[in-house]
C-alpha cells in the first residue's frame, strides 16, 4: 500500500524532530553508541509510527534498543511539546532495529567470496 502525501509529511517531520531529540536530549541514554533514525512509517490515521534505527559503536544493540523502549515515554514527551503546532495526536512511537545495511553487507561478503570457473572453449 503506498502511503499519502501526508503520512509522507508526517514520517519527514518526525524523522527530523525525533533526530534532534536523539542528538540532544537523549545522548546519555546510549552510551556513547550513535542511533540513526533511518526510517519511519506512519500508519494512515497516523496514530502509529514504527521508527526504524541503526546503531554505530554499538556493542549491545538489544540492549540499546531496550534502552529506547523503555524512555519511550519521555522521547513521546519531548517530541509532544515540539509537534504540538503541527498535529493533533502525537502518534504512538514502535522502535526497531533497521538491520538493511548490515543485510546488504552480508550479501556482498558472499557475492566476494563466490568463485567462479571460466568457461571451457569448444
Known amino acids: 500500500m503506498t502511503e499519502s502525501k501526508r503520512q509522507k509529511q508526517v514520517s519527514k517531520q ?3 524532530d ?5 542528538q540532544r536530549e537523549m545522548r546519555n541514554v546510549f552510551n556513547g553508541a550513535f542511533v540513526t533514525i533511518t526510517d519511519i512509517k506512519v500508519t ?3 496514530s502509529i509510527a514504527r521508527v526504524y534505527l541503526s546503531f554505530l559503536l554499538a556493542k549491545d544493540k538489544e540492549g540499546l534498543l531496550s534502552d529506547i523502549r523503555e524512555n519511550t ?3 513521546r514527551t519531548q517530541l509532544a511539546a515540539r ?3 503541527q498535529m493533533r495526536i502525537v502518534p504512538d512511537l514502535q522502535f526497531y532495529i533497521d538491520d538493511t545495511a548490515e543485510y546488504a ?3 556482498e561478503n558472499l557475492f566476494a567470496t563466490i568463485h ?3 568457461a571451457e572453449e569448444e
Not at 525525533?18 to 536523539?22: A, P, S, T, V
Open 14 to 16: 518526525l524523522q527530523k
Open 18 to 22: 525525533l533526530g534532534e531529540i536523539f
Open 44 to 46: 494512515a490515521d497516523l
Open 73 to 75: 515515554k519521555t522521547i
Open 83 to 85: 509537534i504540538r503546532h
Open 105 to 107: 553487507e552480508k550479501i
Open 116 to 118: 567462479i570457473p571460466p
